[in-house]
């Protein structure tokens, strides 16, 4: 089962201090110092930029890879053939598209 986490401030800041303490801390400076940028700004630009980071720091720990999923990643990162192709790969076996 996926645990979701709405895209604001309130609930990233939330999971975050559930999930993760120190980087609820962190998100809390950054976003912080980012809003109030945008306070003087008008531009709220870096806000959603740090808003969008750390909405997917927060779903990748309330989500974390099951064991299967950290050995498979160990063993693509080790260089090892886990049954993928690239796209680029797979399209040049085609040969050229038809006309």
């Known amino acids: 089962m996926t645990t979701t986490i709405e895209r604001s401030g309130l609930a990233v800041r939330e999971a975050l201090a559930d999930l993760s303490p120190a980087e609820a801390d962190l998100f809390h400076?950054?976003?912080?110092?980012?809003?109030?940028?945008?306070?003087?700004?008008f531009?709220?630009?870096?806000?959603?930029?740090v808003l969008t980071r750390w909405w997917g720091i927060a779903h990748i720990r309330a989500n974390p890879l099951s064991d299967d999923e950290q050995q498979l990643?160990?063993?693509?990162?080790a260089g090892e053939d886990v049954g993928w192709s690239s796209p680029a790969a797979?399209?040049?076996?085609r040969g050229p598209a038809p006309a």
Not at 29 to 37: C, G, I, N, Q
Not at 73 to 77: A, F, H, I, P, Q
Request: glycine fraction near 4%; proline fraction near 0%; avoid cysteine.
């Open 43 to 49: 531009d709220l630009t870096e806000a959603e930029s």
């Open 73 to 77: 990643v160990e063993r693509m990162r």
């Open 29 to 41: 400076r950054e976003y912080r110092d980012a809003l109030t940028k945008a306070a003087e700004t």
């Open 90 to 93: 797979r399209l040049a076996g």
